[in-house]
């Protein structure tokens, strides 16, 4: 089994910043895919960006250039750094990680930016 909890969500004005960060634990394995979704209130949940154990990353076009991911195999940890927040980047992010054909999710922070 693999747990993952989520920190560093919260409210901040339009332009400004958030780190997310996300611990994982459990059955880690050395290749995986780790990665950030959100789901804002009635929409679906949607890939931000994931990166590979091998560093491959992948945004989405939404995010590109303002959102940075990265990962710390040695802590089994996977970061987001939010720059330039838009209102419209409000919802719940998740952490997942993809390992043996499973997706294992936490349990989510929001993340609110005003206007």
């Known amino acids: 089994q693999v747990q993952l909890v989520e920190s560093g969500g919260g409210l901040v004005q339009a332009g400004g910043s958030l780190r997310l960060s996300c611990a994982t634990s459990?059955?880690?394995?050395?290749?995986?895919?780790m990665g950030w979704h959100r789901q804002a209130p009635g929409k679906q949940r949607l890939l931000v960006a994931s990166?590979?154990?091998?560093?491959?990353?992948n945004y989405a076009s939404s995010v590109r250039d303002r959102f940075t991911i990265s990962r710390d195999n040695a802590k089994n940890m996977v970061y987001l750094q939010m720059n330039s927040l838009k209102p419209e980047d409000t919802a719940v992010y998740y952490c997942?990680?993809?390992?043996?054909?499973?997706?294992?999710w936490g349990q989510g922070t929001q993340v609110t930016v005003s206007s």
């Open positions: 459990g059955t880690i394995s050395s290749r995986n895919t």
């Open positions: 990166i590979t154990t091998d560093g491959l990353i």
């Open positions: 997942n990680v993809f390992q043996y054909g499973a997706n294992y």
